[in-house]
């Protein structure tokens, strides 16, 4: 099991505004690195209600790196594993306008949300919010700090993978029959349900196609 989970914090309801970024990394099912960088965004404007969610303030972030100097560390953790987040379409549009707003092309990044991916583990439960799931599962943090969100993440991720017996992202996705998504260049797609029944007939008209195959090569 290999990925990296990621969590922003904005400075405001802008997605290029990211104040706040953390990591983990996850190899073969154990977290193995992990952290997290305050970031000076390009406008030192900051929402109050922002402010309320996770107390970073304008003065918090007067000397931390611009976002290009965050991604020249981040980018190394991220393009070659799979990208982890909770309600990931928000992290990802904020990673790739923070991309976009340093006049650079995002490279492609294939992603996973655990919301969804708790959602198709554990059907049912009235929330499928971080600190809900998180909760349930009995892991401890400290809500809206990017760091402490991104372990929270990761543990959701793994205790999952042991939920249904995965090994791996990709055995997770074909068990709960999810699809990735992804962000490159300019554009972003977010991870979606399968429908069971299409998959496994797109699945039976391959297994077709590759024993019609295989006869033509006798």
């Keep these: 099991m290999r990925f990296a989970a990621i969590d922003f914090e904005t400075a405001s309801y802008e997605p290029d505004s990211a104040c706040q970024v953390g990591v983990v990394v996850v190899e073969e099912g154990a977290i193995t690195f992990e952290k997290c960088w305050l970031i000076r965004p390009s406008r030192l404007y900051f929402s109050e209600r922002c402010i309320a969610v996770h107390g ?8 931390a790196p611009t976002w290009p100097t965050v991604w020249k560390e981040l980018l190394p953790l ?12 928000f992290d990802m549009n904020v990673l790739l306008n923070s991309i976009l ?15 969804l991916i708790a959602r198709r583990t ?15 599962l009995g892991i401890q943090f400290q809500h809206h700090d ?8 990761a ?12 090994d791996s992202i990709e055995s997770l996705e074909s068990i709960l029959s999810i699809s990735r ?7 972003k797609v977010s991870p979606k349900s399968v429908n069971r029944k299409k998959r496994d007939q797109r699945n039976s008209i391959a297994a077709i196609n590759a024993e019609l195959q295989a006869e033509g090569n006798r």
């Design 56 to 63: 970073i303030r304008p003065r918090d972030v007067l000397n």
């Design 78 to 89: 991220l393009e070659t594993r799979i990208t982890i987040a909770h309600n990931a379409s």
């Design 101 to 115: 707003g340093c006049d650079e092309i995002a490279p492609r990044i294939e992603f996973q949300c655990t919301r």
């Design 122 to 136: 554990w059907p049912g439960r009235t929330g499928y919010g971080l600190h809900p799931t998180a909760t349930s």
């Design 146 to 153: 990017a760091l402490e969100d991104a372990r929270a993440c």
């Design 155 to 166: 543990q959701i991720a793994i205790a999952s993978c042991r939920q249904v017996e995965a």
């Design 181 to 187: 998504g992804h962000i490159e260049c300019d554009s």
